[in-house]
C-alpha cells in the first residue's frame, strides 16, 4: 500500500527524473495561487465579508501548496493533494454562488447543486476516451468550467454583478485548459512544456473569483 502511494508519477514534459527540483517551472509557478489566495484574503478582510468567504481565500492558498508538493514529490500521495484542494473550492465556490450571490435558502440551494453536479458528472463521464487522451486529461476540468457559465449566467440574470466574475474566469480557464492540454505534445519543440502557464492563468483565474467573494460574497440575511 505504501508503495503504491509513494510510487513516482511522471506527467509533464518538465520532469526530467525522479528527483525533488525536476519540475522546477511547474513547482514555482503555484506560487500564483499563494499570491492569489493571500490577495484574496487581505481583499475579504478590507470589505468584511466574512469568515465563509475568508476561508475561500486561504483553501487559494492550500491549492498552491498541494500543487507545490505534487510538482517535486510527483508521487500518488501527492497526486490527492493536489486534486483535493482544487475539488473542494470548486464546490465550495458553487454553494457560496447560489447561498451568496442567488440569496438562495438551504434546501434550493442543495437540491441545485447536487442536481447541477449529477448532470456535470454524467457529462463528463459521456467525454470519448480519445478526447481524454488528447488532452491529456483535462477533460476531468469540465465540472468546474460549466459550474462558471451556468451559475455565473443564473448571477447575471439575477442582476448581481458577480456573475461577470464567473464568465470572465471561465474565460480565463479555457486558455488555462488549453496550455495543460498541449503540454505532452510539445516536448519535442519545448523541453519546458506550458504547464507552467496552467498554473500561471489558474492563479489569475481564482483570483477574478476571490475578487467577486470579497466585493459581493457577503452573508445575505441571518445567515
Known amino acids: 500500500m505504501l508503495e503504491a502511494l509513494t510510487a513516482h508519477v511522471d506527467l509533464y514534459c518538465e520532469r526530467t ?7 522546477p517551472l511547474n513547482a514555482l509557478t503555484n506560487l500564483a495561487f499563494v499570491a492569489a489566495g493571500l490577495w484574496g484574503v487581505r481583499e475579504v478582510r478590507r470589505k468584511q465579508t466574512g469568515t465563509f468567504a475568508e476561508l475561500l481565500g486561504w483553501w487559494v492558498v492550500a491549492i498552491g501548496i498541494g500543487s507545490g508538493l505534487f510538482h517535486t514529490f ?8 493536489d486534486i483535493l484542494p482544487i475539488a473542494g ?5 458553487t ?5 451568496r450571490f442567488l440569496a438562495m435558502e438551504w434546501p434550493r440551494a442543495l437540491s441545485i447543486f447536487i442536481a447541477f453536479y449529477i448532470a456535470a458528472g454524467v457529462i463528463t463521464a ?24 451556468f451559475f455565473g449566467a ?21 486558455a488555462s485548459v488549453a496550455f495543460r492540454a498541449l ?21 489569475l483565474m481564482l483570483g477574478v473569483l476571490l475578487a467577486a467573494v470579497a466585493r459581493y460574497g457577503k452573508p445575505v440575511g441571518s445567515e
Do not use: Q
Not at 527524473?17 to 519540475?23: I, K, L
Not at 454553494?95 to 447561498?99: A, E, F, K, S, T
Not at 503540454?183 to 492563479?203: E, K, R, S, Y
Open 183 to 203: 503540454d505532452p505534445h510539445v516536448c519535442a519543440a519545448l523541453p519546458i512544456g506550458t504547464h507552467f502557464l496552467w498554473h500561471t492563468l489558474n492563479g
Open 95 to 99: 454553494l457560496l454562488n447560489l447561498r
Open 89 to 93: 473550492f470548486t464546490l465550495a465556490y
Open 74 to 81: 510527483a508521487n500518488e500521495l501527492t497526486k490527492w493533494a
Open 154 to 174: 443564473m448571477v447575471i440574470r439575477a442582476g448581481n454583478p458577480a456573475g461577470w466574475y464567473n464568465i470572465a474566469a471561465a474565460a480565463i480557464f479555457v
Open 17 to 23: 527524473g525522479p528527483e525533488f527540483w525536476s519540475e
Open 126 to 149: 459521456l467525454v470519448p476516451d480519445w478526447l481524454r487522451e488528447a488532452s491529456n486529461g483535462s477533460t476531468g476540468y469540465l465540472p468546474p468550467f460549466l459550474a462558471l457559465v
